[in-house]
């Protein structure tokens, strides 16, 4: 009986957020192209053929790029690529840091002070430049450029679960908690994080957005791993056909967009729906 | 008052100086030697590998090399060019011009706009044209800028040819005075509506926000029982709560712009800090991208200060939240 209210409540609150409708729609569209790639594309994405800079027709729906390769069936591969790196390098900021901002937020005042320092400092690096530079010293591999990224945009989960955690540390359960003498650890991981990990779920599902953002501009920078298809060396590799070939760039182009696009507006939708106090500034301006 | 700022510039000291150390490490641990890649050649002699390693204290122990280089820092040398023996200092000061010129510009035109947008957006909060101008916004903020800068060479000037596409000034008329003004502005027309567009986002979210925020405040809702007119409301209460925020954004956005509009100069072979990192890169020219990053970490450092101390001389309330944290 609670469970069809919790579902129904569930259902209200997603008639009010046409953002997670919309990018929940959007996102199903991008699984199915991603899981179903091999039987969607119409050639090999990696096939060259003498058919070069053809402008789209019907053999090559959106064309073909300087080689000769089936644009469309680059596009539909690039897919995997981009959802690969954000996901991963989202879900390896996520774990950091919710561990290092709960650590911060709920361990006392030395050891979260000095984390909560450390957080600081990390904030006020360029860190574009940092993967930049990592990238283009240490190789381009697809592993490594999740890694570097995931590694270098903890930060925003961290002060988000840091606040999180300095607030739940006060409240009755974790009293309670800590009176009956559960571990110090043991609270975090079983109180402090599945309580507090909301703003993070949210946060995290837009550094899937800037994630693949951030890959497409190092593939677009010639940093991206040469031997996978994604979207960002499409469009570099289409620059030199701009005037000729402007369909090569152009929907590379826009597949970034539509993705970006999609996690926005879950994370978006995810922010106001986990949040209430959101909702109702937003209902707020809604009166007037 | 006073421990709010120091605390905040010894934050700003503690990152200027990890900034440096991870710098330091990335660069040193990178796989590639720069000698060999200086030399150029296939097979060079082992005297000259030795001299030019010797030369650049390659040869000495990590930890002599790093406090080498930093008390070299503190006296304000940052070294010269492994690549063209210029000092590293000279060559970023030279490549900083344009990149201020493009990254600036962009920045002002972006904050006016998007905070105009925002506001007007903001008092229409949930009409049609709100929810039209925040679509727009979307799709801005999810374009690439690389490709947006793409997209408008495409139509702007290799379809219409009215602007051009790449560089600074054109170097076959060697224009003077206003002329070479002209020049630049024409140049510059296409990178900054580029950088422009894709910043606008930001603003206006913020400060249609702030918008939001105030009117749902309770003070407003006692000024409009007490029956002050609307516009009057707007105008004293309202748009100083969606500027605020906004200059907050504009000092962030100013510290990243170095490296944000890296990409856009790439784009449009801006002869800025974009291109010369990218070189620095490929060359791997150590000194120079130690200078480059330890530049960057100092003004997004100096930046954020600013922007504190900006802020919290305009809003009481965090300066105590500051020191109470």
Not at chain 1, 128 to 152: D, P, Q, W, Y
Not at chain 1, 224 to 243: C, E, F, H, R, T
Request: glycine share 10%; hydrophobic share 50%; charged share 15%.
């Amino acid at each position: 009986m609670k469970r069809v209210a919790a579902v129904k409540k569930m259902r209200e609150r997603l008639r009010h957020l046409p953002q997670l409708r919309i990018g929940g729609i959007m996102l199903a569209f991008l699984l199915f192209v991603v899981i179903f790639a091999p039987l969607l594309a119409p050639y090999d994405p990696y096939a060259l053929s003498d058919n070069m800079v053809e402008a789209p027709n019907f053999r090559h729906p959106l064309g073909t790029d300087g080689l000769g390769r089936d644009v469309l069936s680059m596009l539909i591969y690039g897919a995997r690529t981009s959802l690969m790196v954000g996901g991963a390098a989202a879900l390896i900021a996520a774990v950091i840091g919710v561990f290092l901002g709960g650590v911060a937020g709920f361990f006392g005042k030395k050891i979260g002070s000095v984390i909560g320092e450390a957080i600081n400092v990390f904030m006020m690096m360029p860190t574009f430049f940092l993967i930049l530079i990592v990238v283009a010293l240490f190789g381009s591999g697809i592993t490594k450029v999740m890694l570097v990224i995931g590694l270098t945009t903890w930060v925003g989960n961290a002060k988000l679960m840091r606040a999180q955690a300095m607030s739940l540390r006060e409240r009755v359960f974790v009293r309670a908690a800590e009176s009956v003498g559960e571990s110090k650890l043991s609270i975090l991981f079983w109180h402090i994080i599945p309580n507090g990990i909301y703003p993070i779920v949210a946060n995290t599902t837009m550094g899937v957005a800037s994630a693949i953002l951030t890959e497409s501009s190092l593939a677009f920078l010639g940093l991206g791993d040469p031997n996978v298809i994604s979207w960002g060396q499409i469009i570099q590799s289409g620059k030199s056909y701009l005037v000729d070939g402007w369909w090569i760039c152009a929907f590379g182009g826009l597949s970034i967009i539509y993705t970006v696009i999609t996690f926005y507006l879950l994370g978006d939708g995810l922010n106001i729906m986990l949040s209430p106090k959101l909702a109702s500034v937003q209902n707020a301006g809604k009166r007037t | 008052m006073g421990i709010f700022i120091s605390r905040r510039i010894l934050t700003a000291i503690l990152c200027i100086f990890a900034a440096l150390c991870l710098n330091f490490i990335i660069i040193h641990a990178a796989p590639g030697d720069p000698v060999r890649i200086l030399v150029g050649q296939d097979n060079p002699s082992p005297e000259v590998i030795e001299a030019l390693t010797i030369k650049y204290g390659l040869d000495q122990p990590q930890y002599v090399q790093f406090f080498r280089y930093v008390g070299n820092l503190l006296r304000g040398d940052m070294g010269t060019s492994i690549y063209t023996g210029e000092p590293v200092s000279l060559m970023i000061l030279r490549r900083m011009g344009p990149t201020a010129l493009l990254a600036l510009t962009a920045a002002v035109l972006a904050m006016v706009i998007g905070t105009a947008f925002g506001i007007f957006s903001g008092r229409r909060v949930g009409s049609k044209v709100d929810s039209a101008i925040g679509s727009i916004s979307y799709l801005f903020d999810a374009m690439p800028g690389f490709w947006l800068g793409l997209m408008l060479i495409l139509i702007f000037a290799s379809s219409l040819h009215i602007l051009p596409t790449a560089g600074m000034v054109d170097v076959r008329a060697d224009h003077e005075g206003f002329l070479r003004a002209l020049d630049i502005l024409r140049h510059m027309a296409l990178p900054v509506t580029t950088l422009t567009l894709t910043l606008i986002p930001y603003y206006m979210r913020i400060s249609r926000a702030a918008v939001v925020q105030a009117l749902g405040e309770d003070f407003i809702t006692t000024l409009r029982a007490a029956g002050m007119p609307e516009s009057k409301i707007y105008r004293t209460y309202v748009f100083r709560n969606a500027i605020l925020p906004t200059i907050t954004v504009f000092g962030i956005q100013m510290a990243y712009l170095v490296t944000g509009s890296a990409i856009v100069e790439i784009v449009f072979s801006w002869p800025g800090m974009g291109s010369f990192v990218m070189t620095a890169i490929s060359r791997r020219d150590y000194p120079l991208l130690m200078g480059i990053y330890f530049i960057l970490s100092i003004s997004v450092a100096v930046m954020m200060i600013a922007v504190d101390l900006l802020y919290s001389a305009m809003d009481p309330r965090i300066r105590h939240t500051g020191v109470k944290e």
